[in-house]
């Protein structure tokens, strides 16, 4: 039985949603940021690494996150499991900038 | 993994492989539906970093050669309806292939 991102011929999985939209500002940074961390000048983590981070996501979430959702949360997870940052610094963060949002 | 030797090619063009079918834990690139599934070297890529290593913070060494095989529509849809002539290229690593 193949995991939940490996969905080539999924029995009635419907046709593919081949729908443009317009990138969002977060989504063009969480790009950005992929980027810039797999560098070959910073090195942070591979694209291998994203790819499994993506893979271990609970197959709920994964049905549920968009496509850059799951990224980013991929990225926070590395970032975590890498000692680069901690939950702690995270949830702090993003409470500053949605108290700076008010 | 089989370590492959990157310098030296297993496989040719033309030659006949079957993917092996491996209920293998961690991040893989073969997807599943090819597993288990015979067809015919395309083109032989040449050798790259094992994405196997490579997601867990490894080096991805020794290279391992990369391999783009065709497979026949039909040997890999079964319900396929129609006989089809189209085929399915996918790229796959030398330690997941056997000769068929």
């Known amino acids: 039985m193949p995991r939940v991102h490996d969905r080539g011929g999924w029995p009635g999985a419907g046709p593919i949603d081949k729908a443009e939209h317009e990138p969002s500002m977060w989504e063009k940074r969480t790009d950005a940021l992929l980027v810039l961390l797999t ?26 996150m968009s496509y850059y959702e799951r990224w980013i949360t991929a990225i ?19 409470k500053e900038l949605n108290e700076r949002g008010r | 993994m089989s370590g492959a030797d990157s310098a030296r090619p297993r496989f040719k063009r033309g030659d006949a492989v ?22 015919a070297v395309e083109k032989v890529h040449g050798a790259f970093r094992n994405p196997e290593s490579l997601a867990y913070g490894g080096d991805g060494l020794p290279k ?33 292939l056997e000769p068929a």
């Open chain 2, 18 to 39: 079957r993917v092996r079918a491996a209920e293998k834990p961690g991040h893989i690139r073969t997807p599943w539906y090819i597993q288990g599934k015979t067809g």
């Open chain 1, 76 to 94: 926070e997870a590395l970032m975590i499991e890498k000692g680069i940052l901690t939950h702690e610094e995270i949830d702090a963060r993003v």
């Open chain 1, 39 to 64: 560098s070959p000048e910073k090195r942070v983590m591979r694209v291998d690494e994203l790819r499994r981070a993506i893979e271990s996501l609970e197959p709920r979430a994964y049905e549920t």
């Open chain 2, 64 to 96: 391992p050669c990369l391999y783009l095989v065709r497979f026949a529509h039909a040997d890999v849809w079964k319900p396929a309806g129609r006989a089809s002539r189209d085929a399915i290229l996918v790229d796959v690593y030398e330690h997941w």
